[in-house]
């Protein structure tokens, strides 16, 4: 069973600063998630990778497959960005789920 | 963008009874649905793989009689939680993935039982 951990479980930073959300995991994946989950609980996915690294308006997510390890970055960080950011795993051609992390719960203030 | 909905987005209902979640691709054919459940300040687990057509496959302490899946059609999969106890208040969530894509959520469903 693939074990994913992120860091920091939570993180608060001032409007305009650069932040960085870690994922690791255990075991050989076929691609990776991230997903923004807001308060009410709905879930937007982000990112989707295998390889190297995508961006996305502000933000950007990268990946290590041989460290099996990625990053999502935001930068220019706004209060609209204040969410839980979720890493999730799938491993083979993707017809079974994914295994999610823990979730990192950031707090950007104004 | 491939959009999911779910209904109802919260059910609030007494112990004993039975509520039955939808989860509906809007815009594309689902191969394969899957349903996830997260208590709260917990990850989210898979509880179960459904495939249009076929009985779904539950992950190990999900107990399938009690979690009735129906994936009818390749847009709509159905969750039922049979007589539904306090300990299955949690938020359920569906995926739905078509051939060689990513999963697409839904925006969640809030059980509360009495």
């Known amino acids: 069973k693939n074990e994913v951990e992120q860091s920091p479980q939570n993180l608060t930073a001032q409007e305009g600063e650069f932040i960085t959300i870690n994922c690791s995991y255990s075991v050989g994946i076929s691609a990776l998630h991230w997903l923004q989950q807001h308060p009410g609980g709905g879930i937007v996915s982000l990112f989707m990778l295998s390889s190297g690294k995508k961006k996305h308006g502000r933000l950007i997510a990268t990946i290590n497959i041989q460290e099996k390890h990625s990053s999502l970055h935001i930068t220019a960080s706004h209060p609209r960005d204040s969410a839980v950011y979720i890493c999730a795993v799938m491993e083979g051609g993707g017809a079974d789920g994914l295994t999610f992390g823990k979730g990192t719960h950031l707090i950007i203030q104004p | 963008g491939a959009v999911v909905s779910q209904h109802p987005s919260r059910v609030i209902c007494k112990s004993g009874t039975s509520v039955k979640i939808e989860c509906r691709s809007l815009?594309?054919?689902?191969?394969?649905m899957f349903w996830y459940r997260q208590f709260p300040k917990q990850s989210l687990m898979l509880m179960a793989t459904s495939n249009e057509g076929s009985k779904a496959t539950y992950e190990q302490g999900v107990e399938k009689d009690k979690f009735l899946i129906n994936h009818a059609s390749l847009t709509l999969s159905t969750l039922t939680v049979t007589s539904a106890h306090p300990e299955d208040s949690s938020f359920y969530i569906c995926?739905?993935?078509?051939?060689?894509?990513?999963?697409?959520f839904g925006p969640g469903t809030r059980l509360t039982v009495l």
């Open positions: 995926s739905a993935r078509k051939q060689g894509s990513s999963q697409y």
């Open positions: 815009d594309f054919q689902a191969t394969t």
